[in-house]
């Protein structure tokens, strides 16, 4: 009996999961940048002579999906029958386990989400409260088992891997945009002339080049991190390599969502984006790094 509702609770937490991050992100996504009105024009008018997108009023977010934090609760509630029951069925005891520990704390902040969003008006905090939650949602489930594992299929992991390398190539061409953007304002702020380097994107071009990338590169750096989730057992195993991998890895995916969720909740543009943008590419070249490099160094897998 706790093996079948384990089951029936793992299912509906992973669906509620799934469908509540598919909803923030949308809602993310959806949040464009409106036109200056006169009053905005006049105000910029009259201040700094220096153009910078990041110091333009910000737009209005679009309003969240009334159905993604009530989904992200349902999911919640889904996990905690789910580890509640796991417990038993594993005999594992949450406290000494490291993936259950990553679910009650996945939860404990799930539920201060949803009784601080309003009265503090973060539901684009959502962004990252859901994939989080159903990261530490599968990882509870595929290593709280007593019996081994079971072998991935060539399908989970060539989605896997392709999702992963899809999501880095549109983060580096918004690395690159980003780096054009800081490059061109530079230009501009000390009134170099623009045929003496050749000629550069506007900036809200670039900006805009940033942001387009980034939100198609999200989510198949998300379903990468949630597939890879299965390979946390190293961080418990002590493998270095695979420690540091899953380190950077979720450092990248944590950048770019700050780099879009303050964009959308805070007006983030221009610099302060661009500098996210690269620090997060950062962090998944250091990813790509420890790949090549563990095989001239022998490391094991």
């Known amino acids: 009996m706790p093996e079948v509702l384990s089951g029936i609770s793992f299912v509906l937490a992973l669906l509620f999961y799934g469908v509540a991050s598919a909803l923030f992100f949308i809602d993310v996504a959806g949040s464009r940048s409106r036109l200056p009105s006169a009053t905005d024009l006049a105000g910029l008018g009259a201040g700094s002579h220096h153009h910078d997108p990041a110091a333009r009023p910000s737009a209005a977010a679009a309003p969240p999906s009334r159905h993604a934090p009530l989904l992200l609760g349902l999911g919640a509630l889904g996990h905690a029958t789910y580890?509640?029951?796991?417990?038993?069925?594993?005999?594992?005891?949450?406290?000494?386990?490291?993936?259950?520990?990553?679910?009650?704390?996945?939860?404990?902040?799930?539920?201060?989400?949803?009784?601080a969003r309003r009265r503090f008006r973060i539901d684009a905090l959502g962004l990252l409260i859901g994939p989080l939650g159903l990261a530490f949602l599968l990882g509870t489930f595929f290593l709280g088992k007593p019996h081994p594992e079971p072998k991935l299929s060539p399908l989970f992991i060539a989605a896997h891997v392709m999702a992963n390398l899809l999501g880095i190539a549109l983060f580096l061409l918004a690395g690159a945009s980003a780096a054009l953007y800081l490059v061109q304002e530079k230009r501009l702020k000390k009134k170099r002339h623009v045929e003496r380097m050749g000629s550069l994107p506007p900036l809200d071009t670039l900006d805009r080049a940033v942001h387009r990338f980034l939100i198609a590169g999200f989510p198949l750096l998300t379903l990468g991190i949630v597939t890879g989730t299965y390979w946390a057992h190293q961080l418990e195993m002590g493998n270095t390599e695979e420690v540091m991998r899953a380190i950077f890895g979720y450092a990248t995916w944590l950048l770019i969502a700050l780099v879009l969720l303050l964009r959308a909740a805070a007006g983030w543009r221009g610099r302060r984006a661009a500098y996210g943008t690269i620090a997060g590419l950062a962090c998944a070249a250091a990813v790509l790094v420890i790949y090549l490099v563990r095989p001239a160094a022998g490391l094991g897998g």
Do not use: D, K
């Open 83 to 115: 580890v509640t029951f796991a417990s038993f069925v594993a005999r594992v005891c949450p406290v000494h386990s490291v993936h259950f520990m990553l679910s009650v704390a996945s939860l404990l902040a799930i539920a201060v989400y949803l009784v």
